[in-house]
């Protein structure tokens, strides 16, 4: 019974580029959520999706950051034109129902590195 | 004032001690209250959660909630070493109930 998968578990960018990170949520679950999370800081929640639809972006930064979960693959967090201030862990959660958003299970998540 | 407010810590307690966490929140109207622990590197796993006032207890581990007073907290009886963790408070406010609202932590070291 996998759990919630993120790749990549590493991610080093320059200035300037792309990010991409890809959630896969537990079987059966619709619903995901992404987090960052700075150093010694707690979860940041960005953005709520289900399938082909954002439900909650409203803690996503309104340029270069971008989420979609396609009808058939993974969840993508997508940021562009990544900055130093990007550098953080990138968490993805999902759960199976949206009764319960509390109950979240986790991935591994993404370190992002922006040198 | 932040929405979801922790002590950060370190809080040490010796090994067989209570641990006790505690954590307050802004919106009155909240409903839902959850304990997430993270270990250094890793991603946070629910351990507890606790909707009406009271307590709730759960092996080791009781919940406490308080909404007159707007708190909530953890308590971890006979306290091991393998609990040393950063312990997150989690709540959906009523006024984004689409989302968790994370507390930045407070990180426990259970000292042997």
């Known amino acids: 019974n996998a759990g919630v998968m993120q790749n990549p578990r590493h991610l080093v960018r320059r200035r300037g580029q792309e990010a991409r990170l890809r959630c896969s949520p537990m079987?059966?679950?619709?619903?995901v959520y992404w987090y960052r999370q700075l150093p010694e800081e707690g979860l940041k929640f960005m953005v709520y999706?289900?399938?082909?639809?954002?439900?909650?972006e409203s803690g996503m930064p309104k340029e270069r950051f971008s989420a979609e979960f396609p009808k058939e693959g993974p969840s993508i967090l997508r940021i562009q034109q990544v900055v130093r201030g990007d550098s953080a862990a990138y968490f993805c959660?999902?759960?199976?129902?949206?009764?319960?958003?509390?109950?979240?299970?986790f991935g591994p998540g993404t370190r992002l590195t922006v040198t | 004032q932040k929405e979801v407010e922790q002590n950060s810590g370190p809080l040490s307690v010796p090994e067989g001690a209570i641990a006790s966490l505690n954590c307050t929140y802004s919106?009155?109207?909240?409903?839902?209250f959850f304990w997430y622990r993270q270990y250094s590197g890793k991603s946070p796993e629910l351990i507890m959660f606790?909707?009406?006032?009271g307590d709730k207890e759960d092996g080791r581990f009781t919940a406490q909630l308080n909404k007159a007073s707007q708190y909530v907290s953890l308590l971890i009886r006979d306290s091991q070493p393998s609990d040393s963790a950063t312990y997150l408070c989690?709540?959906?406010?009523?006024?984004?109930?689409?989302?968790?609202?994370f507390g930045s932590g407070t990180q426990l070291t259970v000292l042997p």
């Open positions: 606790i909707y009406s006032n």
């Open positions: 079987k059966g679950h619709s619903h």
């Open positions: 919106d009155r109207g909240s409903q839902s």
């Open positions: 959660a999902s759960s199976p129902d949206e009764l319960l958003i509390g109950k979240q299970y």
């Open positions: 999706l289900q399938k082909e639809n954002i439900i909650d």
């Open positions: 989690a709540v959906i406010l009523s006024g984004s109930a689409r989302q968790l609202t």
